[in-house]
């Protein structure tokens, strides 16, 4: 049966609001481009600076970090400001970032712009769940969801191809600019489409102090994770540095609304989903070009090539997963994809020496499959969830989720490859731990599935916060 939502968004005409769905996927289209583009760019930026592979390597790092540091205070300061302003000063902030970074002299002021990036890119990913829930009428929350999503894997698709051309062409700054028009042009449609709202106040001190105890525990998990994968026994010691900074900010009051938040019965599963999936994905993107080219042998375009059936699977079936979660409800479309993809990574285990490209595409494109089946509905499940003022701190917690399950993907892969010596045992095993927490994953959204749901609190309205001035 199909769950039941309310709605009472007010606002611009229908047809003007999927220019807001629109508009949020060019958004989600432009930072996924950006995460996926920079890697392929990464050795001109080494050349050209003479930079060693640990300094290159926080241009990636540097973008990542205010995604997952401050993504959480970004969400509880957009519950209390105005959207236009916010989506105008961030876009304007990316753009200009990403200028600087092209302008870079030296590999210290790239960094410092991928940083600048991430924190525009933090409000902007923050921003995009919050819009796209709040533009259409719940029962098209699922298309929207699901049009945003395959844009979002259509970045992360082209960003290899479109990178190595740009860098062969006109040079790897031109991966930075290439921001400013798409930045631009959402510009203009906050103008036009978003109501002027509550007038943009900067974060108070309490804001400001959970941000720096979450960057200090975000900063030394991202270390950690650097000296895993190099195989340093420090890492652990550096991560269990983390742990006092996010007791002391979950003690704080700023964190109350994260605390309420995550005791939302509704909320939790959703959660625990996206973050297992983007576990599972990131020792995918990880680990499987390892097994094509060190222990496949093939050369690495036909290796890019097999990778590519798993986003563009998941792109495929994203508009498809956004109309079935419309119909027969987001929970249930969401927890069949996460049983797909739990079947893709099971196709793997049996990882032999004898197979050729095609037996890991198909692979591949199956959890793929589930993973296009499983983002849209899930992030709809997710943002129906949140109960009143809190719609914009649960787009912060979904990009955390994500966030660092992607970062914790890769280190997961190499401890479980690495107890094998690095070798096929070691792939299959990785396989098989991510299908297992996958299926961990999987258990609490199909209890969701039995437990009444009451009607979902209306999201707060695309006009924000009154203007109090």
């Known amino acids: 049966m199909t769950q039941a939502r309310h709605d009472t968004t007010a606002g611009p005409p229908r047809a003007g609001r999927w220019w807001i769905v629109g508009g949020m996927g060019l958004a989600v289209f432009m930072a996924s481009l950006d995460m996926s583009i920079v890697n392929v760019a990464l050795p001109a930026v080494g050349s050209s600076f003479a930079a060693p592979a640990a300094a290159t390597q ?151 102090a959970e941000a720096a105890l979450l960057t200090a525990a975000a900063c030394a998990v991202m270390l950690a994770l650097t000296l895993a994968a190099d195989g340093t026994p420090l890492w652990l010691a550096l991560a269990v540095v983390a742990v006092p900074a996010v007791a002391a900010w979950w003690r704080l009051p700023a964190g109350e609304p994260v605390r309420r938040l995550l005791r939302v019965p509704a909320m939790q599963a959703p959660l625990a989903a996206l973050t297992v999936t983007a576990v599972a994905t990131g020792l995918l993107f990880y680990l499987v070009p390892f097994q094509l080219i060190t222990v496949l042998r093939m050369p690495p375009p036909v290796a890019g090539a097999t990778m590519l059936t798993f986003p563009l699977a998941a792109a495929l079936l994203g508009p498809v997963a956004g109309v079935l979660a419309d119909r027969y409800g987001d929970r249930r479309v969401a927890l069949t994809g996460l049983l797909t993809m739990v079947s893709g990574l099971v196709l793997l285990i049996p990882a032999d020496r004898s197979w050729h490209a095609a037996d890991v595409a198909l692979r591949l494109a199956v959890a793929g499959a589930g993973l296009g089946l499983f983002n849209a509905p899930n992030m709809s499940a997710a943002m129906s969830a949140p109960p009143g003022g809190l719609l914009a701190t649960a787009g912060a917690a979904t990009s955390v989720a994500r966030q660092s399950g992607f970062a914790c993907g890769p280190a997961l892969a190499t401890l479980v490859w690495g107890l094998s010596g690095y070798g096929l045992a070691g792939i299959r095993a990785a396989f098989f731990a991510a299908a297992l927490i996958l299926v961990a994953g999987a258990v609490p959204l199909a209890r969701s599935l039995r437990q009444a749901r009451p009607p979902a609190a209306a999201p707060a309205s695309v006009t924000a916060p009154a203007d109090s001035g």
């Open 58 to 208: 926080w241009v990636v790092l540097g973008y990542l970090l205010p995604l997952v540091a401050l993504a959480l205070p970004t969400g509880r300061w957009l519950d209390r400001v105005g959207h236009r302003g916010v989506l105008v000063g961030a876009c304007a902030g990316f753009a200009a970032a990403s200028v600087a970074a092209g302008l870079a002299p030296g590999i210290g002021w790239l960094v410092a712009a991928r940083v600048v990036q991430g924190v525009a890119g933090t409000a902007l990913m923050t921003l995009i769940p919050v819009l796209t829930t709040t533009a259409v009428e719940a029962r098209f929350r699922g298309r929207a969801m699901g049009t945003v999503d395959t844009l979002g894997m259509l970045g992360l698709i082209s960003g290899p191809g479109l990178g190595g051309l740009i860098v062969d062409s006109v040079g790897w700054p031109w991966i930075f600019y290439c921001n400013v028009p798409v930045c631009a042009g959402l510009v203009v449609l906050a103008y036009v489409q978003l109501p002027r709202g509550a007038r943009v106040r900067p974060p108070d001190r309490a804001t400001a």
